[in-house]
C-alpha cells in the first residue's frame, strides 16, 4: 500500500474501489492496521476538540511531508520537536515515536497554567496593582461585583478609589473582564494604545508589551474603542462576536466578526489559531507554558496557523504544529521560578 493511497483514503479523495481496496489491505495484519493508525492520528486529531487547519494549506504541506518522508526514519530527540527529513526507513516508524515518546519537556511543563481563586475582592482604596508571571493566572473580583482574570506575563492597575468616582483600569498584557453594569459609572480600560469603554459586558484586551497595538474582542455587551491618543477623535461600538484592532497613533479598525476565542479562549485552556502568524502562536505558548521556544527556520516566523485545541499538553501542539507546518523547535524552561 502507498503513502499517496493512505492519504487519498484519509482526505475523502479515493474512489470507492480504492476505499475497498485499502480496507481489504487493513485486514492482512496487524501492523498494516498500525501504519495506518499513525498517518490517521496525525491527519485527524481528536483531543477533546477536533484539530482544525486550513485546509488547502495544511493538505498541501500534508502531501509535502508524506512525499520527502517516504524512505525516512527519526525519532525526536530531548527538548526538541523537528520537521521530517529525509532519511532510509518507513515514515509511520518516524510518526509513532512522536506520537508515542512524549518526553521532550514533560519535565517541567504543566497542562495548564497556575490560576489562582477568583474570591478575592480588591479594594483600590489607594491604587492597586496586580501583576503575574508567565505559566500565571489570577483571578479576582472588584469591589462593585466586577471579575477580572489576568492571563500571563500581565499586569493591570486598578485606579485610586475605584468605584466612587471613577471606574478605571490600566491594563498592560492581557485580560478578561466581566463588568457589572453601575449607574452612570462606564468602566474603562486603558492600554498603550487604546482606550475601552463599557456599561456592563463581557470582553477580553491584548497589550502585549512589546505590541504598539490592542486587541479587543466582545462576547456579550456593548463596547465603545478608541485610541489613546486623545487627537485621533474616530470610535467604534463593538457588539457581540466582534473585535477590533487598535494601533500606536491609528483610530481602531472597523468592527470583525470572528471566532473570538481566539482571543478569550485561554480563559478556558482553549487555543484557537485562526490564521494566526506562526510567531504569535508561539507568543501564547510561551507565556501560558511558561517557556521558551526557538524556531530553527526563521522564515517560517509568519507562517499562518489555523487549529483548535482544548485542554492539549504543550508537547502534543508542537508535535503536530512540526509536523503539519514543516518546522523545528526547541524548548527550553521559562523564568518562572
Known amino acids: 500500500m502507498k503513502i499517496i493511497d493512505i492519504h ?7 474512489s470507492a474501489e480504492e476505499k475497498r481496496e485499502l480496507e481489504r489491505w487493513l485486514e ?11 498517518f490517521r492520528k496525525i491527519y485527524n486529531v481528536e483531543l477533546g476538540y477536533r484539530y482544525h ?24 530527540p530531548f527538548n526538541k520537536y523537528d520537521k521530517p527529513k529525509k532519511r532510509s526507513a518507513g515514515i509511520w516508524l518516524k510518526v509513532a515515536a512522536i506520537l ?39 483571578s479576582f473580583r472588584l469591589s462593585d461585583g ?14 485610586h478609589g475605584y468605584g466612587k468616582e471613577s471606574r478605571s483600569v490600566v491594563l498592560t498584557g492581557e485580560a478578561f473582564f466581566e463588568i457589572s453594569s453601575v449607574e452612570n459609572l462606564n468602566f474603562e480600560v486603558i492600554t498603550s494604545t487604546a482606550r475601552v469603554e463599557i456599561l456592563g459586558t463581557k470582553f477580553g484586551v491584548r497589550a502585549w508589551k512589546d505590541r504598539d497595538e490592542s486587541i479587543i474582542a466582545v462576547q456579550s455587551g456593548k463596547v465603545s474603542v478608541r485610541s489613546i491618543d486623545e487627537e485621533i477623535e474616530d470610535s467604534i461600538v463593538l457588539n457581540p462576536g466582534e473585535y477590533s484592532r487598535v494601533e ?23 487555543f484557537v489559531f485562526n490564521e494566526t502568524p506562526l510567531k504569535d502562536v508561539l507568543r501564547q505558548l510561551e507565556l501560558y507554558f511558561n517557556v521558551q521556544i526557538e524556531i530553527e527556520d526563521s522564515s517560517s516566523i509568519e507562517d499562518p496557523v ?14 503536530y504544529t512540526s509536523i503539519t507546518h514543516g518546522v523545528n523547535f526547541k524548548v527550553k524552561p521559562g523564568t518562572k521560578e
Not at 8 to 14: G, K, P, T, V
Not at 28 to 38: C, D, H, M, Y
Not at 53 to 64: G, N, Q, W
Not at 306 to 319: C, D, F, P
Open 8 to 14: 487519498r483514503y484519509l482526505s475523502d479523495e479515493a
Open 306 to 319: 489555523t487549529a483548535r485545541y482544548r485542554n492539549e499538553s504543550l508537547n502534543e501542539i508542537l508535535e
Open 248 to 270: 500606536l497613533g491609528m483610530p481602531p479598525t472597523a468592527a470583525q466578526s470572528a471566532d473570538i476565542d481566539q482571543y478569550i479562549g485561554w480563559t478556558n485552556q482553549l
Open 53 to 76: 487547519f486550513d485546509k488547502e494549506t495544511a493538505l498541501a504541506k500534508f502531501r509535502k511531508v508524506m512525499e520527502e518522508d517516504s524512505h525516512s526514519l527519526k525519532s525526536i
Open 100 to 138: 508515542i515518546a512524549v518526553i521532550g519537556i514533560s519535565i517541567y511543563v504543566v497542562t495548564s497554567t497556575d490560576v489562582t481563586s477568583d474570591d478575592r475582592v480588591v479594594e483600590a482604596v489607594s491604587g492597586t496593582l496586580i501583576s503575574t508571571e508567565p505559566g500565571e493566572q489570577k
Open 146 to 159: 466586577s471579575r477580572i482574570k489576568l492571563n500571563a506575563d500581565s499586569e493591570i492597575y486598578i485606579s
Open 28 to 38: 492482512i495484519s496487524e501492523e498494516n492496521r498500525r501504519v495506518f493508525e499513525s
